[in-house]
């Protein structure tokens, strides 16, 4: 091999390098933009929750006639008077509480007519997968105050099979379609969360943010740092490589 083809393949080499080492780069800050992005998200749905903690709780129908508002209707306030299904209780899977394994109970309530899941707060569970809580369902007619919340189905490494349930019926997910589908019932399409203060069902350990803006922004100094320290480093790397040749 000549020294012609060697300072080919060299150029070569440096160049795909570089390619390489912005592609990093780029990756890490657009990481850092993502998490900015979702700090300001948490603030706006932060400065909502507020203003929307100052209002009259909403009826059904109020809350039915806002669906499709550019807003939307999460963490809308709500109060409604129906009855409780006592047969089907659904136990959401793989919710912790202070590292104490548990669950999230769910209960149908009908209301005039519309079918509404509930959300009636954790319990906690067995290390025995075999084991479920003992629930005592909710039965009869009560007046519910809570808060909607529209529910985003998450990545699925495996479809839940809710053909042969059995009640209570653990899930992984909240599936509103598949619900109604196994109850023959159409659910609305959002879930009420207890109010903290209600009475009415178990621990209430929800929050509406789960992780704080400021902690985002916290990510986003980590990798903003990262693509400061990368680039760095291979700013490095060529002059010594230039230094050698």
Do not use: C
Not at 11 to 32: D, E, P, R
Not at 101 to 120: A, E, F, H, P, W
Not at 131 to 139: A, G, K, S, Y
Not at 186 to 199: A, Q, S
């Amino acid at each position: 091999m000549n020294l012609v083809s060697i300072q080919h393949k060299l150029k070569q080499l440096n160049w795909l390098m570089v390619i390489f080492t912005m592609l990093v780069f780029s990756s890490l800050i657009k990481l850092g933009f993502w998490q900015i992005e979702r700090a300001l998200e948490k603030e706006q749905r932060q400065e909502r929750i507020q203003a929307l903690s100052q209002r009259d709780a909403l009826s059904l129908a109020q809350v039915k006639a806002l669906e499709g508002l550019q807003d939307g209707i999460n963490d809308l306030p709500i109060k409604l008077t129906g009855t409780f299904d006592a047969e089907k209780v659904f136990l959401l899977d793989n919710q912790p509480d202070k590292g104490r394994l548990g669950y999230r109970v769910y209960q149908i309530i009908v209301s005039n007519g519309d079918t509404i899941l509930v959300n009636l707060g954790w319990v906690q569970g067995s290390i025995d997968r075999n084991v479920l809580p003992e629930i005592t369902p909710v039965t009869g007619q009560h007046t519910i105050s809570g808060h909607i919340r529209e529910i985003e189905v998450g990545i699925q490494l495996q479809a839940q099979n809710l053909t042969d349930a059995t009640w209570p019926l653990r899930v992984q997910q909240i599936e509103l379609d598949k619900f109604s589908a196994l109850i023959n019932k159409k659910l609305l399409p959002f879930v009420v969360y207890l109010d903290t203060k209600e009475t009415l069902g178990y621990k209430k350990n929800w929050q509406p943010i789960v992780m704080p803006p400021e902690k985002h922004r916290g990510y986003a100094f980590q990798w903003f740092s990262l693509a400061l320290a990368w680039i760095s480093l291979m700013i490095w790397a060529a002059i010594k490589m230039t230094k050698h040749k």
